[in-house]
């Protein structure tokens, strides 16, 4: 069986829930954990390290512009000689807003698309430099309905979305021959977060009936991904609700 304690997980876009609980499970089997957030955030991932290392874990926060293409290749650097051989990296950043189209400027537009695409072309870019020298290991994108169709106001994000899906379809195809595990997922439905409790109380109101996401239980569908035999990955799934509309 795989030593996971020889190995680092790098986690881009390790916010309060979905990013957090991504960490904490890595964590729990060994990886030496490296969650990843905006320079302006390190705080919070830095408390998030610290609470895992408290744990009996090992993690180092960093706060990186995942945009910053020299930012991202210092980082897989730092990680992969200083911490331990890059084995799994999730890209989780959100970039979910909405916009009416004549409202959708083209600063807006541009800036979704670097968080969601871009920012995703470079991690995976990054991970496969590294990973193809063992010829192994694992880099997921995180997705969304948006992923699949455009809705209503969505344009920037919806477009950002469908980019992200195709890096991950082609390096897929790309890298899975090399034994590098590329996979999308596709996030439906509210998460249990601040944010939905603040702003959607009936929606957050279902999480009594299992109605919204668990941050916890996504995270194991990741891992439940991650270790899968290679002789029947999956490249793409679909979690949501059982209740969600769809």
């Known amino acids: 069986m795989k030593d996971f304690s020889k190995y680092s997980a790098i986690i881009i876009g390790a916010g309060d829930a979905t990013g957090t609980a991504l960490s904490k499970k890595f964590a729990e089997h060994g990886y030496k954990?490296?969650?990843v957030r905006r320079p302006r955030s390190i705080d919070k991932v830095n408390n998030l390290a610290e609470e895992i290392n408290?744990?009996?874990?090992?993690?180092?926060?960093?706060?990186?512009d995942a945009r910053d293409e020299d930012a991202m290749k210092d980082l897989f650097k730092e990680v992969e000689e200083n911490i331990a051989p890059i084995d799994v990296v999730i890209f989780n950043p959100g970039a979910n807003v909405y916009f009416p189209i004549e409202e959708t400027t083209s600063r807006v537009f541009k800036k979704v698309w670097e968080m969601a695409a871009y920012a995703g072309f470079l991690t995976g870019r990054e991970a496969a430099k590294y990973m193809k020298k063992r010829k192994e290991g694992s880099i997921f994108f995180t997705g969304a309905t948006?992923?699949?169709?455009?809705?209503?106001?969505?344009?920037?994000?919806?477009s950002a979305k469908f980019a992200l899906r195709a890096v991950s379809?082609?390096?897929?195809r790309e890298l899975g021959p090399e034994g590098i595990h590329v996979a999308h997922f596709v996030i439906d439905g509210a998460i249990d977060t601040s944010f939905i409790k603040e702003n959607f109380p009936d929606i957050y109101a279902l999480k009594e009936q299992d109605g919204i996401l668990q941050p916890k239980s996504?995270?194991?569908?990741?891992?439940?991904v991650h270790t899968q035999n290679r002789s029947a990955w999956t490249h793409e799934l679909d979690l949501r609700p059982y209740m969600e509309k769809f």
């Open 54 to 64: 408290n744990l009996g874990g090992c993690a180092k926060g960093f706060g990186v």
């Open 33 to 35: 954990v490296c969650p």
């Open 146 to 158: 948006a992923s699949m169709r455009g809705s209503s106001g969505f344009s920037a994000f919806s």
């Open 218 to 224: 996504i995270a194991d569908a990741y891992w439940f």
């Open 169 to 172: 379809q082609s390096m897929a």
